[in-house]
Nanobody, 121 residues
Framework: QVQLVESGGGSVQAGGSLRLSCAAFGFAYYTSCMGWFRQAPGKEREGVADIRYTGRISYADSVKGRFTISKDYDKNTLYLDMDSLKPEDTAMYYC???????????????WGQGTQVTVSS
C-alpha cells in the first residue's frame, strides 16, 4: 500500500524558513516522479516543485530561487526547503507521487494528507 506522510509545516514570519518532509512507503521510489503542491483557501491547487527519478527538477516561477526540492534515497524521503517565505506562500502543502512517463506531466495518483504552512507579515 502506497503511503506518503508529510511533516514540517507550521507558522513563521515573513522572511523565515521551513523544511517540509514527505516519507514515502510502498512504491518504486527510485523510478518515480515526486512533487510538492499547495492549495490556499479559495484558490486552485498549484504545483510548487517536482523531481523526476532522472534528477530533473522544475519549480513554479513564484518559488524559484527561494524553494529547493530534494530526495534522500536512503531514507525514502522527499524534502522541500523553503526560504524567504512570503505571506502569499500560506497554504496547505501536499506531497504527491506517481510513475514517471517518458513524455508529458506525471499523473500524480498518490497523495499525502497535507501539512499547513502559515506565513505572517
Amino acid at each position: 500500500q502506497v503511503q506518503l506522510v508529510e511533516s514540517g509545516g507550521g507558522s513563521v514570519q515573513a522572511g523565515g524558513s521551513l523544511r517540509l518532509s514527505c516519507a514515502a512507503f510502498g512504491f518504486a521510489y527510485y523510478t518515480s516522479c515526486m512533487g510538492w503542491f499547495r492549495q490556499a483557501p479559495g484558490k486552485e491547487r498549484e504545483g510548487v516543485a517536482d523531481i523526476r527519478y532522472t534528477g530533473r527538477i522544475s519549480y513554479a516561477d513564484s518559488v524559484k530561487g527561494r524553494f529547493t526540492i530534494s530526495k534522500d534515497y536512503d531514507k525514502n524521503t522527499l524534502y522541500l526547503d523553503m526560504d524567504s517565505l512570503k505571506p502569499e506562500d500560506t497554504a496547505m502543502y501536499y506531497c504527491a507521487a506517481s510513475f514517471c512517463p517518458d513524455y508529458g506531466p506525471p499523473p500524480y495518483n498518490y497523495w499525502g494528507q497535507g501539512t499547513q504552512v502559515t506565513v505572517s507579515s
